[in-house]
């Protein structure tokens, strides 16, 4: 009996891998987990007990309900800084690495985050990372939290200049930092439709699984 099926889409924030990766699991009828959620989660729970996110958030982590993936303050610029600070704690991705697997060994799934591909499930079926430039992920994350309302060119520097520091401390954190795995697919999302996006993780997937 062969395994269930595990694809992980990594990359950077607002690179359009969230938007991936639910479109796949919808294609090929498979659960899809956001982990980055997890860890948005954590720092909600830190943010709203009067903690710094930078602080030990372990038994936050530990402590996490389900209640807690269905808020809808978990998308706001001060939980984006949240949650790469509790990130990158080894204490917190420690209690919540069981739950990611779990999830995705029992039926199968597609995962999105930042290191699916590198730490939680090195032996993926098929790997991806994507990516954009800073400007590019800039703007989606404004449509994201604000929709179509206009953003001054001051308020676009200040939010690139945003992402770029969250980069570097993803990229650069010494437990389960954002990188590439050797074996992933990269794709490039600037300039792409979110259906030009899936129909390209389709061509890699259809080696080993068709999307229909």
Do not use: W
Request: net charge neutral.
């Amino acid at each position: 009996m062969s395994r269930p099926l595990v694809i992980a889409v990594d990359g950077p924030a607002a690179a359009g891998k969230g938007t991936l990766a639910k479109a796949l699991a919808a294609r090929l009828g498979l659960p899809y987990l956001d982990t980055g959620l997890l860890y948005r989660a954590v720092a909600r729970r830190m943010v709203n007990a009067g903690l710094d996110p930078a602080g030990d958030a372990s038994a936050q982590a530990q402590a996490l309900q389900p209640e807690d993936l269905a808020r809808t303050d978990l998308r706001v610029p001060e939980i984006d800084r949240g949650a790469s600070l509790v990130a990158a704690q080894p204490a917190v991705r420690a209690a919540l690495l069981d739950r990611q697997r779990v999830f995705a060994t029992q039926t199968g799934a597609v995962v999105d985050g930042r290191d699916i591909g590198t730490v939680v499930f090195p032996d993926a079926d098929v790997k991806f990372f994507i990516t954009a430039s800073p400007r590019t992920r800039a703007l989606r994350r404004h449509r994201q939290v604000h929709g179509e309302a206009l953003l001054a060119e001051a308020e676009l520097e200040a939010a690139v200049a945003e992402i770029v520091v969250r980069d570097s401390r993803d990229s650069s954190r010494d437990t389960a930092p954002l990188v590439q795995a050797v074996d992933a697919v990269l794709i490039e999302t600037d300039g792409l439709s979110a259906e030009q996006v899936l129909e390209k993780a389709c061509e890699e997937v259809a080696r080993r699984k068709v999307c229909s």
